[in-house]
Nanobody, 114 residues
Framework: QVQLVESGGGLVQPGGSLRLPCAAS????????MGWYRQAPGKQRELVAH???????NYADSVKGRFTISRDNAKNTVYLQMNSLKPEDTAVYYC????????WGQGTQVTVSS
């Protein structure tokens, strides 16, 4: 059974930081591209950051220079380091694993507010 489990969300003040881990099980993690997506109320889900199995990365323009995606294949975990958070970063953040098939986590809420 494939599981992607996100954690690390919460309430943070503008300018603050959070790190979101996503632990994967049931897949050969190193073969999968991994992504972080987010969905704010009333908006479509959007790609935030993506990392290939070869660790090439790309980011949404809105988070470039503030967010960093990384992966630890030994721990079957992908991370999203979020710095300089803004209120517009408030959303549910989802982890995605993609190869010939596609898996999603249950999401973790990030709220940026003073």
């Amino acid at each position: 059974q494939v599981q992607l489990v996100e954690s690390g969300g919460g309430l943070v003040q503008p300018g603050g930081s959070l790190r979101l881990p996503c632990a994967a099980s049931g897949i050969i993690f190193r073969l999968y591209a991994m992504g972080w997506y987010r969905q704010a109320p009333g908006k479509q889900r959007e790609l935030v950051a993506h990392i290939t199995s070869a660790s090439s990365t790309n980011y949404a323009d809105s988070v470039k220079g503030r967010f960093t995606i990384s992966r630890d294949n030994a721990k079957n975990t992908v991370y999203l380091q979020m710095n300089s958070l803004k209120p517009e970063d408030t959303a549910v953040y989802y982890c995605n694993a993609h190869s010939f098939d596609d898996y999603w986590g249950q999401g973790t809420q990030v709220t940026v507010s003073s």
